[in-house]
């Protein structure tokens, strides 16, 4: 079979981003982008004059070879087909991150704050680049179909965030990935369990069938479609049972992406705070990453602690696996290939549903700890420096005018070592240790103080910690490897799937999901603090 | 009575296709013949959703299974309605689809003149079937578009 389509699609659409690049490149869309930027520097400037051109001559010298060159059959035809789809997601991406999402922001910045929550409507609703990209998928995909040259594409959106993943690797620290690590195995190994448990129970309770509890439970307790479809020939769940599941977990993930930014943003919840809650609380694994991108689209510190939830959902999976094949072969005594509880081939199940990507992430956090990707005087990808010799800027230091709106709200402060560190600040006019900065930064993420002052405690963070650049183009590529990521993923919704959500495994799914968001909640605003 | 020597039957087992079963075996002529319609529905495709932890062969697994799961359901139901239809004087044939229930009984229609094609009603709200996927097969479309005449068989209650 020939994959490639002769069709001009792909040229059209690297004509496209030539053209939005020559239209920075030349200023004919400057009127457009201080539109978007409401007067401020337009923040996707140096994107917009490069990517474009970039990724238009590539679409264009393939979309020629597309609708012009001989196909023949095998691999690199295979291959090459990938490319329509893959850049017709960038496109949509493009135009979503540098035009839509910005637009929107005008408009709710036109409207007003809301109430008292001192925010905007799109801050509140989380409608950024990359909500509104998972939406325009699903669009897409629903009401105008995927087209067939772009199908092969659409599927390598599952590369683009694997590879997102494996980046992020290079930014952890050693101690912030055992601190995370430790509490994520905590929590989810609690919560995966409960509620794995839970919906057997119930199941049993409800007499629904083991295939319909086992696929459930899996759905309900991992990482959601993923654990769905690893579980189902396992159990031998019907299709029906299947489509149910696949349903109910679907309807109720893209329901949670939406209300879990919202609630994170009302409780004023912080970074580490809302990552764990994403990472805990949403069943589907795609849409944990979506909710945190959208509570912090303009950077990765929540995507950070929610992907090493991600992880770890996902490093459980073939002990849920076979956890459930045990139960499975116990209760209905063999399963259609004969085999037996004793019989199961555990060493198989581990290899085959190894999460092999994994191993990157892990490659990338050993490289980056050898000094690859930063100075090894760099910390977290970032280091700390407050002399001219080490980078700080003495224009930097903070003016009367900021220390005294400073000292007129640190009363609000509760921890005595945040208001220590404060004080230190204002006498000093800049941040003295790394342990200041620590507590500064946690200061900043729980949004206690009025935006002035959470302004210039933020600009004093940033005068200090300065990031290494290959680290900077790590955060650029991975934002980008998700954002594409997700619209592809939105592309593979279909209402369709999600109309099947229904019968008992809705009722289950319902209840056990609530739980398990509410629950999880409380735990991380009860237990877990503003940084690790 | 009028009896019908050409029959589709759209039916995937469901309480309402049986009742469209059993309606279609009453109005057939003797010696009639009744083509069994069954069609997987196409949001099978799009089954494995946003899933992007697995590794290719846990996919792969999973479409395997699926397609032979999908495959053996419709050979059970095409079997069970063989021995319904073959116990009376009707002959029975059987049209398997893939894709959007309305579009695959036109298409179906368009191939070939029937006399009269019989479909089961939707199940009420509330009703449960453990066998029913929400995938409609009598959509505004259809009947828009039919030019045979359709027998909608009641809902059993």
Known sequence: ?532 | MLLFRHILLASHGTLGAIAAEDMALQICADNGMIDHLIVVPEFWQGMTGDDWLNNGVTRDQFQSYLQTELGREIDQQCQRLHRKISASACTYSSLIQFGRPDQALLQCTKKQRYDLVVLGSPRPRRMPDLMALRSTMLTKQLVTAMQTAILVAPYPK
Not at chain 1, 24 to 43: E, F, I, M, Q, R
Not at chain 1, 350 to 363: N, Q, R
Not at chain 1, 384 to 407: D, H, I, S, V, Y
Request: proline share 3%; charged share 10%.
């Open chain 1, 1 to 532: 079979m020939i994959y490639t389509q002769k069709k001009p699609a792909l040229l059209i659409i690297g004509l496209l981003m030539l053209a939005i690049w020559f239209g920075v490149d030349t200023g004919l869309l400057n009127p457009v982008l201080a539109h978007l930027s409401s007067g401020k520097p337009y923040k996707y400037l140096n994107e917009i004059s490069s990517l474009p051109l970039y990724f238009g001559v590539v679409a264009v010298v393939t979309g020629c070879w597309h609708w012009l060159g001989p196909h023949e059959e095998g691999q690199l035809d295979y291959y090459s087909s990938t490319i329509a789809g893959g850049m017709l997601i960038l496109l949509i991406t493009m135009l979503i991150r540098w035009f839509i999402a910005p637009q929107i922001e005008v408009i709710s910045v036109d409207l007003g704050l809301i109430g008292n929550t001192g925010k905007y409507i799109h801050e509140l609703l989380g409608l950024n680049y990359v909500v509104l990209g998972i939406v325009a998928g699903i669009i897409i995909a629903n009401v105008f179909k995927v087209p067939d040259w772009a199908r092969n594409g659409v599927r390598l959106s599952r590369l683009g965030l694997k590879t997102g993943v494996i980046l992020l690797g290079a930014l952890y620290s050693a101690a912030e990935l055992k601190n995370l690590g430790g509490l994520s195995i905590i929590m989810i190994g609690f919560f995966v369990l409960g509620s794995v448990g839970i919906v057997l129970w119930i199941g049993s309770r409800r007499n629904i069938s083991n295939s319909m509890g086992g696929v459930l439970s899996a759905g309900m307790g991992v990482c959601g479609v993923s654990a769905t479809v690893a579980v189902a020939p396992v159990v031998q769940a019907k299709p029906v049972e299947i489509a149910y599941t696949i349903g109910t977990i679907l309807l109720w993930g893209v329901g949670c992406m939406f209300a879990f930014p919202i609630i994170g943003h009302l409780l004023d919840m912080s970074y580490v705070q809302f990552g764990a809650w994403a990472g805990t609380g949403i069943l589907n694994s795609a849409q944990v990453v979506g909710a945190a991108l959208a509570f912090q689209p303009d950077g990765i510190e929540t995507l950070m602690v929610a992907e090493i939830f991600n992880i770890t959902r996902v490093l459980i999976l073939p002990v849920i696996v076979l956890w459930l094949a045990i139960w499975y072969v116990k209760r209905e005594g063999t399963t259609s290939s004969g085999t037996t509880s004793s019989g199961i081939n555990v060493g198989q199940v581990i290899i085959t549903k190894f999460p092999v990507f994994v191993l990157g992430f892990i490659l990338m956090f050993a490289l980056s700890t050898t000094g690859m990707f930063a100075p090894a005087s760099h910390y977290q990808g970032k280091y700390f420096g407050n002399t001219p010799a080490q980078g700080f800027k003495q224009e930097n230091l903070l003016n009367a005018e900021q220390t005294e709106q400073l000292r007129a709200e640190i009363i609000v402060i509760d921890e005595n070592e945040d208001r220590v560190a404060v004080n230190r600040l204002i006498k000093n006019g800049k941040i003295m240790t790394i342990e200041d900065d620590n507590a500064i930064r946690s200061i900043i993420n729980a949004g206690t103080l009025s935006d002035e002052a959470t302004a210039i405690l933020s600009a004093a963070h940033d005068a200090v910690r300065h990031t290494a650049r290959k680290i900077e183009a790590f955060r650029q590529w991975i934002t980008w490897l998700f954002a594409f990521g997700l619209v592809g993923l939105g592309m593979q919704i279909t209402v369709s799937s999600m109309k099947q959500a229904g019968g008992e495994p809705a009722i289950i799914g319902g209840i056990v999901g609530f739980i398990k968001a509410a629950l999880s909640l409380i735990v991380v605003i009860l237990l877990i603090g503003d940084t690790v």
